[in-house]
């Protein structure tokens, strides 16, 4: 089956700081991908649409220059989480559907940041 | 717009129990239907799928059925393991939400020996 990947799994920064995570379709190419965010215990809250060659698409309440996307290319999407603060800390998940396939979607494994 | 209900948790169960997690969900068009299971520390698992109306996805002797008429989606295993302890979401996407899943808020699931 289809593989995203996240990279890294973890990290632990300084506030203040900016933290780049990527995500990456490994078998298959991703004009589309997804920014969720996971408050401990509770589901995941999509925070951006991320597509290639164009702007990302931001829901409500996510601030856009906090929250920096880029879509490089098919296969990566970058989440660039700048001026991090403890609040910020949480775990991060992206996702890529595959054309064709009724809608459904691959998750990465995540990535837990933690903002000191 | 679009929602997922579901069925609140945590939940514990004893070995070999019979495991329900009920699923409601609200949509405009004709959605697809998902279970993703999350085990602790890890991103989401597709565990089964459903397409259209009285589908019944099925794996790992999980199932749930499509019913469009009660606008449902109950994950049911009729014996949980140990191993089956995680946290169950219940999702919807469909052509009218861009490829966008909305998302349930969990159950979490603990099975004891």
């Known amino acids: 089956g289809a593989v995203v990947s996240q990279h890294p799994s973890w990290v632990i920064c300084k506030s203040g700081t900016s933290v780049k995570i990527e995500c990456r379709s490994l078998?298959?190419?991703?004009?589309?991908m997804f920014w969720y965010r996971q408050f401990p215990k509770q589901s995941l809250m999509l925070m951006a649409t991320?597509?290639?060659?164009?702007?990302?698409?931001?829901e409500q309440g996510v601030e856009k220059d906090k929250f920096l996307i880029n879509h490089a290319s098919l296969t990566l999407s970058t989440l660039t989480v700048t001026s991090a603060h403890p609040e910020d800390s949480s775990f991060y998940i992206c996702?890529?559907?595959?054309?064709?396939?009724?809608?459904?979607?691959?998750f990465g494994p995540g990535t837990r940041l933690t903002v000191l | 717009g679009d929602s997922v209900t579901q069925m609140e948790g945590p939940v514990t169960l004893s070995e070999e129990a019979f495991l329900t997690i009920n699923c409601t969900y609200t949509?405009?068009?004709?959605?697809?239907l998902f279970w993703y299971v999350q085990y602790p520390g890890e991103g989401l698992q597709l565990l089964l799928k459903?397409?259209?109306?009285?589908d019944k996805g099925s794996n790992k002797g999980f199932e749930a059925t499509y019913r469009k008429e009660t606008t449902s989606f109950h994950l049911e295993k009729g014996s949980v393991q140990v191993s089956d302890s995680a946290v169950y979401f219940c999702?919807?996407?469909?052509?009218?939400?861009?490829?966008?899943?909305?998302f349930g808020t969990g159950t979490s699931l603990t099975v004891i020996p």
């Open positions: 991320s597509n290639e060659g164009s702007k990302a698409t931001y």
């Open positions: 078998d298959f190419q991703a004009t589309t």
């Open positions: 996702s890529a559907p595959i054309a064709g396939g009724y809608n459904e979607q691959f």
């Open positions: 459903a397409t259209k109306a009285d």
């Open positions: 949509a405009t068009g004709y959605p697809s």
């Open positions: 999702a919807l996407s469909g052509s009218n939400t861009g490829n966008q899943f909305y």
